[in-house]
């Protein structure tokens, strides 16, 4: 049987992140939504369906955040062959797609009154969703094999060559000039955004880059859990006993 | 006729490029012995493009706008719809274990195989390419640039589609999760190539769009090989 590479020492880890971090990221997410809905002033331009974008650009953030991550653990797990990296990567794939979904759907809500219409072809919004594509590419592959370690090296395999994604979402609204507006907070010195919208904003990222961090380590403590039971059945069944 | 992979006649291990020759030959061998695949992936491009005219309707104004871009989707589904054979049949008669240990880099031997697939997919396309355009009542100005643009990256697809084909290898319903996996990497491919024939058909300098195409196609030749024999390294564990 396999030894993952100190999973005791990544499961103890993991328990005490977990609750201080799902527990802070949602009390940041209600703050950050109260200011976003209720104080912030409605933008001079998009009057109050702006206030979207307090869900719509972390979720966007983190999608792509997320996928880094997928990436890095399935690139440390395949060239150290360490168990807890494809747990980690395990454990990122659906809050990944997830927060991709999130941003997709509430992007075509912002889209419906601003642009009117719900979908584009452009450039932004396509690369978004073959970012999903490949989130779901990546689910379906690790679980279209009947050894898992062989769906996790196959996937984990996906998930780095789909890295080649990423700097296409990053700089689509750049290379292209389509519907999509362009990064507002691309100047951190001196964002082209007034400061009673950002805070709001940056509030919503840290929550949700902290619920993403707990809901990661649940699901990872799940999966752990789930490989422990499978090596006692295991040895079980082996042992005759 | 003598088995290409096997030893030469001193037992002595062939060189590097006779390795890779050998490879070649016997993909090529193989696919000459079934040209029924082939027929199957012309075929299939042929009857997918045809679909467009019946659904999207006859006039001649709209598929002559639609026709370059219904040409390389239907390209792109017929090479997807050929990846399946492209290890799966060395896999099922342990020739893949012996090119594992063959006396060249795994990654080199992909591309070997990749050349063989481009031979028996990719070129076939390109010459039916512009009977299916002119179908589709396609300026026959930018015919030309359809079948530069299709030669161009038509290497990318096979390429990239290694990938694909080497991560599925013993999947369940590993047919069907290609286009899911393949999509993604797809797309610029597609969108560069249906972006040289407009800017032909609008009087526009196609050389930029043929260059990111090419760029392309450099690229997966540089990486995709490496992935796809990690992918069969792990197929093979």
Known sequence: MHRYANPTLFGRIIDRVRGPATLAGLALIAVGLYLGLFVAPPDYQQGESFRIMYVHVPAAWMSM??????????????????GVADVAAKAIAPAGAAFTAIALVSGALWGQPMWGT???????????????????????????FDSPERGARAAGILAVV???????????????????????????DAPSIHPSMLWPLLLMALGFTLLFVGIVCLRARAELLERRARTIEMQAALGGE | MSDPMAPGPSGATPGLGRTLLAVLRRDLARTAGRSGDVVAVLAFFVVAATLFPLGVGPGPQVLSRIASGVVWASALLAVLLSLDRLFDTDRNDGALEALALAPAPLALVVVAKVVAHWL???????????????????????????????AVGTPALS??????????????????LMPLLLLPLYVPVLIFGVGAVEAAANGL??????????????????????????????ALD
């Open chain 1, 65 to 82: 955040f997320a996928y880094a991550g997928l990436a890095v653990s399935s690139a440390v797990y395949l060239i150290w062959r360490h």
């Open chain 2, 120 to 150: 028996t997919t990719g070129l076939p396309l390109i010459v039916a390419a512009p009977v299916v355009a002119i179908m589709l009542q396609i300026d026959s100005a930018v015919l030309g640039t359809l079948m530069l643009s299709l």
């Open chain 1, 118 to 144: 719900w979908w584009v072809w452009d450039a932004r919004l396509t690369s978004v969703l073959l970012l999903f594509f490949l989130y779901l590419g990546y689910m379906v592959l690790r679980d279209a």
């Open chain 1, 162 to 188: 789909g890295v080649v994604n990423l700097p296409i979402i990053k700089f689509s609204v750049d290379w292209w000039n389509t519907l999509h507006q362009p990064a507002t907070i691309s100047k951190l």
């Open chain 2, 205 to 234: 300098p196609t050389g930029p769009h043929l260059m990111l195409l090419g760029a392309g196609s450099v690229l997966a030749l540089a990486l995709a090989p490496l992935a796809a024999a990690a992918g069969l390294r792990a």
């Open chain 2, 159 to 176: 390429l990239i589609g290694a990938i694909g084909a080497a991560l599925t290898l013993g999947a369940r319903r590993g047919a069907a």
